[in-house]
């Protein structure tokens, strides 16, 4: 197994290359993002006790609904990010056949073929350094900021979640020679 950068790592036979995308792993951050976390569960869960077991007027009780909506969308997309920092991963496999692309959550993830005829406009974008997409992407909660993306039947397929330029550089050129070998055969 061969190593780009600190996050990715590859294998490469005749047949096929799989690499293999881990998340940043900074257990500081880890650790305040669990800890937050579970601030806001027990945020929601006092807040759900306190509406069965008080007697509230009708505009409290609406507002208390509308605020635990919030709450549960908040709960849903941070849940996510953490987890994904904790125990996913991204999967792609190149061989004469496709190109796979699997995100996972420990062994569970889909893997979905992307047939090399057509696959269209493979290319990787790094936004500026002191954009407002650069900061917002940077931010621990936020699961998203793929680098890599192609139109495959008019939708646009994303991957490389949070890579840095040179990773990102290094894995396109990867990625290119070997979608090009393949395609040949």
Known sequence: MKWIGERISFEDSSKMVTVVIIPESNVLINVLMGAWLGMWYCVGFVVIWSLFNFELTEQESIFIYVFLVFWLYYAFRISKSYLWRLFGKELIKINEEAFYLKKSFMTYGKSAPYYFGNIRDFRFEIPE?????????ASPWISGGERFSFEYFGKIKRFGRKLNQKDSQLLFNLLSNKIKKFRKK
Do not use: F
């Not at 350094?129 to 992407?137: F, G, I, T, Y």
């Open 129 to 137: 350094v002191r954009s407002l997409q650069s900061a917002w992407e």
